[in-house]
């Protein structure tokens, strides 16, 4: 399998806070990674310094063979990197399909967009059925999927979710992990960071778990699905 992205030592400081302390990452290509680890482990730096939102001070990040540690927001998008984030922020006034063309935005071929949107339908019934609706009065699990379809749009070879299953009720997080696993096997990479650790290991092939901006534990799921650290900390009893 080749590596589509790689972080190696990547350090970042907010002030005098140490997010990361050379972390050390990898995604396949075709992989599912989830990213575990308590409040402030430094989940959501890695992936916002990976999106090119937060500079990183030491280290480098490769992705699809480029270096881009000093790379552009925008032309990480255009590489097709994309960051579903935390709280989803799909625009509450707009519909659900103009939410969805929105995700089209770097993508200079309208056919191409609208392909794309009926693809998101195809794999979301529930947003093809709204498609009229303002984004605003979707259902939680709805803007998630409203969310990860709009990152569809764009076309990723590369997608990281922050935190999807977030306030969702279980049956929800079941649905939006399924998507995730259907948007892997349509061919993007995903990095999957979560706090819940029993969902994510339960469509990850790999994992890592993070704490004070340093790798821990990493292994394939199954193994840290079965750590006694891991289970502990993240899988409870
Ligand atoms: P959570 O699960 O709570 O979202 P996380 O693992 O995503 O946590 P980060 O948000 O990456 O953790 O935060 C890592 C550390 O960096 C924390 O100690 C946090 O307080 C700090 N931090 C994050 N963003 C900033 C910022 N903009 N300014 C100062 N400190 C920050």
Redesign the pocket.
């Known amino acids: 399998m080749s590596t589509v992205l790689d972080l190696k030592g990547v350090e970042v400081c ?2 005098r ?1 140490e ?1 990361l302390r050379g972390l050390d990452l990898t995604v396949g290509e075709r992989e599912i990674v989830a990213l575990l ?10 992936v916002s310094t990976i999106s090119g939102v937060v500079r990183s001070r030491a280290g480098s990040i490769t992705a699809f063979g480029d270096d881009i540690t000093s790379a552009t927001p925008w032309s990480i998008v255009e590489r097709g990197i994309l960051h579903v984030p ?1 709280g989803r922020r799909i625009f509450s006034r707009l519909t659900v399909h103009e939410n969805l063309q929105l995700g089209g935005y770097t993508v200079r071929d309208n056919a191409v967009i609208d392909k794309r949107i009926n693809e998101v339908y195809e794999l979301f019934p529930r947003m093809a059925e709204r498609r009229g609706q303002q984004g605003g009065t979707l259902s939680g699990g709805e803007q998630q999927m409203l969310a990860i379809g709009r990152a569809m749009v764009a076309g990723p070879r590369l997608i990281m979710l922050d ?1 999807p299953s977030m306030g969702l009720a279980p049956l929800v997080v079941a649905q939006v992990m399924e998507a995730i696993v259907a948007i892997n096997q349509a061919g993007a990479s995903v990095l999957l ?1 979560e ?1 819940n650790a029993r969902a994510a290991l339960k469509v990850a092939h790999r994992g890592y778990v ?1 704490d004070s ?1 340093r790798v821990t534990v990493t292994g394939p799921a199954d193994e840290l699905r079965a750590d006694p650290q891991v289970v502990e900390a993240y899988l409870g009893a």
């Open positions: 907010y002030g806070v997010a680890g308590n409040n402030g482990a430094g989940k959501s730096t890695t935390e935190e960071i706090q993070l901006g």
